[in-house]
């Protein structure tokens, strides 16, 4: 079946370029895109179809790289910095993710919440349960989204939310099993962190990722000064990374969050290792970890991707969360492009998680998961995008606008939420 889609059409599918169609076709057949370009070069080519016009901007739909949906609800939860707000806010709400039905609910919301903020794909964090991973795989499952997540292993974590090496690699060698090529579904290998997972449990992480080629490895990593003097102390190494070097954890399928606090060496490990980061700048920002240095990663040829960290975070919004990456680029006197934004939240995300070849550009043969923006969904976006030019309209949305600038969200060719 082909549909195509008329109207203002932007994508970033490479860091240095930028295609801009002001009017633009998308035409999508059997939900992968068939042709992209000018309204007036390809109208002749597809005959006969029927043609919808979008009201907005159409850009391919965003890519979370890093998210806890068992967090929703704690969501700006007051006070704290990274290790005491764990304690206090998230682990509490996590043991709840033993009882189903509740694991059922909230993954529902959330990726609804995804859809409404025109988040498609994701990378995301489960708890350490593994029917929290079955009730969010099912969910997204029925949505038809692109989503990656896996059991949380967390084997020195606190009474009620504490797993075993032998449990982390049974239950996770179980969900693999069970969930292998369904829908869009990926699976990924999730030690919580280098706190969290004793050495045994590490390597059990490193087994796992060794034997299964198809999936990744999602941590955090030098987050917080205090998580990072808790971790070096247990160590002669250098640095953080170590800990997770020594388990061959640090390779191309794998993700590491936040990465602030980076030596030039475990820089240039992450770029030799072709290893990911997802750079979260409300989380950042709100737990005061500190101010991510994308430049440093680009010295090094890391690849980088934007993640909203919720609960950490404080939005759902990956356009907010442009808006904030910019904010901490301005802190660092280094100012972040309105097109490099773009990039780091649609392409940039997918090259992060291995899946350049299917979604982030709108590129002829990828998936056809796109969104329609509204630069004039308040009034006072409407009034500061009169008669502004594209970089301008593309950045005012990112300051000032979220899920209310977010007309239509689109699965695979789809209509999937509409405000
Ligand atoms: N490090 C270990 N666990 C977490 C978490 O849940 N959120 C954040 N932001 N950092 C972490
Ligand atoms: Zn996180």
Redesign the pocket.
């Known amino acids: 079946m082909i549909h195509a889609f008329h109207g203002e059409i932007l994508t970033t599918p490479a860091p240095d370029t930028v295609a801009h169609y002001p009017d633009g076709l998308l035409v999508v057949e059997d939900g992968l895109v068939v042709a992209l370009g000018h309204y007036a070069d390809l109208a002749g080519r597809f005959g006969d179809i029927a043609v919808e016009t979008l009201p907005g901007l159409i850009v391919p739909g965003f890519v979370d790289t890093?998210?806890?949906y068992p967090q929703t609800s704690r969501i700006a939860a007051h006070g704290e910095q990274l290790l005491s707000w764990l304690e206090q806010h998230i682990f509490p709400a996590e043991k709840a993710f033993a009882d189903r039905a509740h694991a059922d609910g909230v993954a529902s919301f959330f990726l609804d919440e995804l859809l409404r903020n025109g988040t498609t794909s994701a990378l995301v964090?489960a708890t350490v349960h593994e029917g929290s991973v079955d009730a969010l795989f099912e969910a997204a499952l029925s949505r038809n989204m692109r989503i990656i997540s896996g059991k949380v292993l967390m084997d020195l974590g606190p009474e009620g939310l504490r797993d075993t090496p032998e449990t982390a690699r049974g239950e996770s060698e179980a969900l693999i099993a069970r969930w292998r090529g369904r829908g869009r579904l990926g699976y990924a290998v999730t030690p919580r962190f280098a706190l969290t997972s004793s050495d045994a449990q590490l390597a059990v992480a490193g087994d796992l990722l060794a034997a299964h080629g198809d999936v990744m490895m999602h941590t955090?990593m030098a987050e917080n000064t205090g998580e990072c003097a808790a971790v070096e102390a247990g160590y002669v190494a250098a640095h953080y990374i170590d800990a997770y070097v020594r388990f061959v954890l640090v390779g191309p399928r794998s993700l590491f969050?936040?990465c602030i606090h980076m030596s030039d060496a475990a820089m240039a490990r992450m770029g030799e290792a072709g290893s990911a980061i997802a750079f979260?700048p409300t989380?950042n920002l709100f737990l005061g970890s500190g101010l991510f240095d994308l430049a440093h990663a680009a010295r090094f040829g890391v690849k980088v991707g934007m993640?909203t960290?919720v609960g950490?975070g404080t939005s759902f919004s990956m356009l907010s969360t442009q808006g904030e990456a910019y904010k901490v680029g301005q802190m660092r006197g280094a100012v972040l492009d309105p097109f490099h934004a773009l990039y780091l939240a649609t392409a940039g995300g997918a090259r992060a998680l291995g899946l350049s070849d299917r979604i982030g550009g709108l590129q002829v043969g990828q998936e056809a998961d796109f969104i329609v923006l509204d630069d004039k969904a308040t009034p006072l976006l409407a009034l500061r995008t009169r008669g502004a030019g594209l970089a301008e309209r593309l950045f005012a949305m990112q300051v000032l606008g979220d899920d209310r600038c977010v007309a239509r969200t689109y699965i695979a060719g789809i209509l999937a939420h509409s405000r």
Do not use: E, L, R, T
């Open positions: 890093h998210i806890h964090f955090h969050a936040h979260c989380s993640g960290d950490a």
